[in-house]
């Protein structure tokens, strides 16, 4: 099956920074638009940054300056480097994905699973 699988989640003090690695694996003929989004406690999930696969790219507010989303196309991976984290940032965030399956050339919005970061001192 095509899915995502996430890691790099965890704690961290603010000010500090952490990598999130999102890879897509399956039978993957393409992939288009890649994204983070976040779900911060007692809030709606939000989008934190996106890329096309052409390279244009899109950081949320509270984000820019920070976080830095980038893509390997050849490795079928995303990443989102998160610098200076504050308190705020602390979500679970997700890895966001639309892939053109092999098989039967169908389009799927895939979900990774959700990787949990905590910034606390």
């Known amino acids: 099956q095509v899915q995502l699988v996430e890691s790099g989640g965890g704690l961290v003090q603010p000010g500090g920074s952490l990598r999130l690695s999102c890879a897509a694996s399956g039978s993957i003929f393409s992939i288009n638009a890649m994204g983070w989004y976040r779900q911060r406690p007692g809030k709606q999930r939000e989008l934190v940054a996106s890329?096309?696969?052409?390279?244009?790219?899109r950081y949320a507010d509270s984000v820019k300056g920070r976080f830095t989303i980038s893509r390997e196309n050849a490795k079928n991976m995303e990443y989102l480097q998160m610098n200076s984290l504050k308190p705020e940032d602390t979500a679970v965030y997700y890895c966001n994905a639309g892939v053109i399956r092999d098989e039967d050339s169908r389009y799927f919005e895939l979900w990774g699973q959700g990787t949990l970061v905590t910034v606390s001192s």
């Open positions: 890329i096309t696969s052409g390279g244009s790219i």
